[in-house]
């Protein structure tokens, strides 16, 4: 995370309630108004709660405090929609400019989703942001306060971690152009690289080792990099009970920066080392 975070757009007004959140209810007219108007930035994207910039994974903490002081301002309110009925203190989504809303996908207000997005039957979660020409697959699911990058495919059942507390914790970062086989974990503050493809059932977490297979170097903890396929695997530890296999995320091929997924040559390269996308 950067040390040095750009000025909030959200008004400071927030980390003013923060300071007293512990006695705030929804009684507080004055202070909901002012959590709204911050959601409503996220909403509509002019406020992230975390973006890359030279890159490094910059948190908007203002941001983040504006979404936990919604669940305290918010009262609870029942909506419907059609014959299904909600009960919860944050509302629907409504504001949908470019994107395609599939019948059965659910995005919190709160959350962004960029021209271009098309969201399947699937859950985006309050303070997500979803940028242009993502596809968000059937039954994926993005975590509160997730950043998923432009030309993003999220397959079948991909699970995208959130992350509100505790402060300073890092949130899911998926970059531009990467593609997330389906069932594949992305959680605690995890990193897919720009252009990464992470294998189907991959379970990528902050404190996962990745390992280049061709070398058996570690290349970093919870990060995959820029450009390569990476799959699920494990590596052997001793114990003083034994030997075991622990889990661990393998990068198996390197792909030209620009490089664009190819399915057939990225099944040819999965069925080298005996796995699927």
């Given at each position: ?23 705030l209810s ?35 903490e ?13 009262g ?55 940028g ?8 994926a ?5 997730a ?25 899911v ?7 997330v ?13 720009r252009?990464?493809?992470v ?15 061709e070398?058996g ?34 990068v198996?091929k ?15 390269a999965?069925?080298?080392?005996g796995?699927?996308?």
């Amino acid at each position: 995370m950067s040390d040095q975070s750009p000025p909030s757009p959200i008004a400071p007004a927030i980390d003013d309630l923060w300071e007293r959140r512990a006695e705030l209810s929804p009684r507080d007219t004055e202070a909901r108004a002012t959590v709204v108007n911050a959601i409503d930035l996220l909403d509509t994207g002019k406020a992230r709660v975390a973006e890359l910039s030279g890159g490094d994974v910059v948190v908007d903490e203002r941001a983040r405090r504006a979404i936990l002081l919604a669940f305290r301002v918010l009262g609870m309110a029942r909506t419907q929609v059609g014959d299904f009925q909600h009960n919860d203190r944050v509302p629907l989504k409504t504001t949908f400019d470019g994107v395609r809303v599939v019948p059965g996908a659910i995005a919190r207000w709160g959350s962004y989703m960029a021209p271009g997005v098309v969201l399947m039957p699937s859950f985006v979660n309050i303070g997500a942001y979803v940028g242009g020409g993502t596809m968000v697959d059937t039954w994926a699911t993005v975590g509160s306060c997730a950043h998923i990058g432009a030309n993003v495919h999220l397959s079948g059942g991909v699970g995208i971690g959130g992350v509100l507390e505790p402060p300073g914790a890092l949130p899911v970062v998926v970059e531009d152009d990467a593609l997330v086989g389906s069932r594949a974990m992305i959680v605690e503050g995890a990193r897919v690289g720009r252009g990464a493809v992470v294998g189907a059932g991959t379970i990528l977490s902050a404190s996962m080792p990745v390992i280049d297979v061709e070398t058996g170097e570690e290349l970093a903890r919870g990060r995959v990099p820029d450009w390569c396929v990476a799959v699920g695997g494990t590596r052997q530890k001793e114990f003083p009970g034994g030997t075991f296999g622990l889990p661990c995320v393998l990068v198996i091929k390197r792909l030209e920066p620009g490089q664009r997924h190819d399915k057939a040559a990225l099944n040819e390269a999965l069925r080298e080392h005996g796995v699927n996308t």
